[in-house]
């Protein structure tokens, strides 16, 4: 059984391949948009990539539209109602991926503004830490060295 | 300790995020067709090729749509839960026989049992792509005025059937 389904995979796979050929541009633009597109059977795989027979169906589907003269836009939105944006690689900027694209920024922008602070903080104290007393005795052994103490 | 407390508390948070966000299961895309009309179909039947079937024909009925297919083992395994759910008359269970080729489709309801009122013969997947199907077993409630209203990705369960699909499909036959 197992067999079997394997030769048919081989000869269903050979029949759908042969599109590919007929028309360089056309096949060239579809296989443009299908590395853009997530498959869903097997989610690390771009449609172009992926030799899962939905993924099969949904290129020849994204050539008969290139043949037919749509857009990019259009065959993207076509897939995109069927099944979310979760087949694009790139999500569109919406009120529910703000966080997805902006949060790396405001993690960055946290982080260095934090680092910042910081920096600017303990500059003022090392300022401030030095009291007259010790002024005077900086002032002395830089004069003359003559203070004794543990080398 | 503040300056322990906090890399700490952060810490707690990432962990938070990874225990919950690891646990999800990548396979449940939600789907862009809940509440949207059912998209239109016309397909043969099954059992009679020369009958067709539409999601037209149920407008007016809350019903299930259950893809299928001969080749799915997860069919199998949540094929007793349909039959279950069809038998108890909550709302008809309709099939999509999704890619299969007919006389295996035949054979299967034949060995295993057949809990549709009828299954409609989806051999190119053409209707599946309209239905956004990318794994098999798939399930659609469907309203009164053809609008999904819920989509299981995966084989049904009871507890599912009895958490999810019998609350909604008595809200729904109620409305």
Request: with cysteine; charged share 25%; net charge neutral.
């Amino acid at each position: 059984m197992l067999v079997l389904l394997l030769i048919l995979g081989g000869i269903a796979h050979a029949k759908e391949a042969a599109p590919a050929a007929e028309d360089p541009v056309v096949e060239r633009r579809a296989m443009a948009l299908a590395e853009e597109l997530r498959c869903l059977v097997c989610q690390n795989q771009s449609l172009a990539d992926s030799n899962a027979a939905l993924a099969m169906d949904l290129k020849n589907q994204i050539r008969d539209k290139v043949k037919r003269g749509e857009s990019d836009r259009e065959i993207v939105d076509y897939l995109v109602a069927r099944y979310g944006d979760f087949v694009l690689y790139r999500p569109p900027l919406k009120a529910t991926t703000l966080i997805l694209w902006f949060g790396p920024l405001i993690l960055l922008a946290t982080g260095l503004a934090v680092l910042f602070y910081r920096l600017a903080r303990r500059r003022n104290t090392a300022e401030a830490e030095l009291s007259e007393a010790e002024r005077a005795r900086a002032a002395r052994l830089l004069e003359d060295g003559s203070e004794a103490g543990p080398r | 300790m503040n300056r322990f407390l906090i890399p700490l508390a952060i810490f707690g948070i990432l962990v938070g995020f990874l225990f919950v966000g690891l646990g999800l299961n990548p396979r449940e895309v939600p789907s862009p067709l809940i509440d949207k009309p059912a998209p239109h179909f016309e397909l043969p039947q099954l059992h009679e090729p020369d009958k067709t079937f539409s999601q037209k024909d149920m407008l007016g009925k809350v019903w299930l749509l259950n893809v299928w297919a001969s080749w799915c083992t997860a069919c199998r395994e949540e094929h007793p839960v349909v039959t279950e759910l069809a038998k108890s008359g909550v709302a008809p269970v309709y099939g999509l026989n999704y890619k299969d080729r007919r006389e295996d489709g035949l054979a299967w309801l034949r060995r295993f049992g057949d809990p549709y009122r009828l299954s409609a013969f989806d051999i190119q997947g053409t209707v599946g792509i309209d239905y956004g199907v990318y794994g098999v077993p798939e399930t659609y409630v469907i309203d009164k005025r053809g609008v999904i209203r819920y989509k299981r990705i995966g084989p049904l369960t009871s507890d599912i059937v009895k958490q999810k699909i019998l609350p909604l499909l008595d809200e729904l036959n109620r409305a």
